[in-house]
């Protein structure tokens, strides 16, 4: 059960688009499309951005967006707006019935 | 609208045991799996455990399994998870999260946690 591996930051300016990469492996990202991702300001509880590789909950803003190449996720967040620095988790299903973190990345919008 | 309250955390000795409590309400708790997730100081989120929408099905990340035991009480709408033999690096705030939609396979709500400090 390794974590998934991400970026340990990314940053970009207001109005840019940055996208954060998330690599497993066949056993988990590359074998499922089942794929989330979670966005965690300081002190607050994760809050559920993307599922099943691509979809957006109701009430989650459309500059979100998600997709899977092999066995990298990707997230990326266009149009960046100040509110969007957080640290952001991408997750995955395994083949042994359990779920995996990434590391987590620290957005920063400059 | 859902909501979920954990509680049980607090500051144990290495070796010794704690149990933690996530109430649910806002939603048919009896017919969703719910997951727990921690997060140690400072670090990032780690998968502990899931339980299926009636009990029957159980797993555990490879660091808590046989010490720690999910379950559910559908009468109380409330999720458990016994924790023994607890560890130093147990230390952590532990979230109940609901099992979400589409494949179910992802967590689209979640408590504000409880924190554990284990030590001596």
């Known amino acids: 059960q390794s974590a998934l591996t991400q970026p340990a930051s990314v940053s970009g300016s207001p109005g840019q688009s940055i996208t954060i990469s998330c690599t497993g492996t066949?056993?988990?990202?590359?074998?499922?499309?089942?794929v989330s991702w979670y966005q965690q300001h300081p002190g607050k509880a994760p809050k559920l951005m993307i599922y099943?590789?691509?979809n957006r909950p109701s009430g989650v803003s459309n500059r979100f967006s998600g997709s899977k190449s092999g066995n990298t996720a990707s997230l990326t967040i266009s149009g960046l707006q100040a509110e969007d620095e957080a640290d952001y988790y991408c997750?995955?299903?395994?083949?042994?019935?359990?779920?995996?973190f990434g590391g987590g990345t620290k957005l920063t919008v400059l | 609208q859902v909501q979920l309250v954990e509680s049980g955390g607090g500051v144990v000795q290495p070796g010794r045991s704690l149990r933690l409590s996530c109430a649910a309400s806002?939603?048919?708790?009896?017919?969703?799996?719910m997951h727990w997730v921690r997060q140690a100081p400072g670090k990032g989120l780690e998968w502990v455990a899931v339980?299926?929408?009636?009990?029957?099905?159980?797993n555990y990340a490879d660091s808590v399994k046989g010490r720690f035991t999910i379950s559910r009480d559908s009468s109380k709408n409330t999720l458990y998870l016994q924790m023994n033999s607890l560890r130093v690096e147990d230390t952590a705030l532990y979230y109940c999260?609901?099992?979400?939609?589409?494949?179910?396979?992802?967590?689209?709500?979640w408590g504000q946690g409880t924190l554990v400090t284990v030590s001596s």
């Open positions: 999260a609901k099992r979400g939609d589409g494949s179910g396979r992802s967590f689209d709500n």
């Open positions: 806002g939603f048919t708790f009896s017919s969703y799996g």
């Open positions: 339980i299926s929408y009636d009990g029957s099905n159980k």
């Open positions: 066949s056993s988990d990202v590359g074998g499922y499309n089942f």
């Open positions: 099943d590789v691509n």
């Open positions: 997750n995955s299903y395994t083949s042994s019935n359990t779920w995996v």
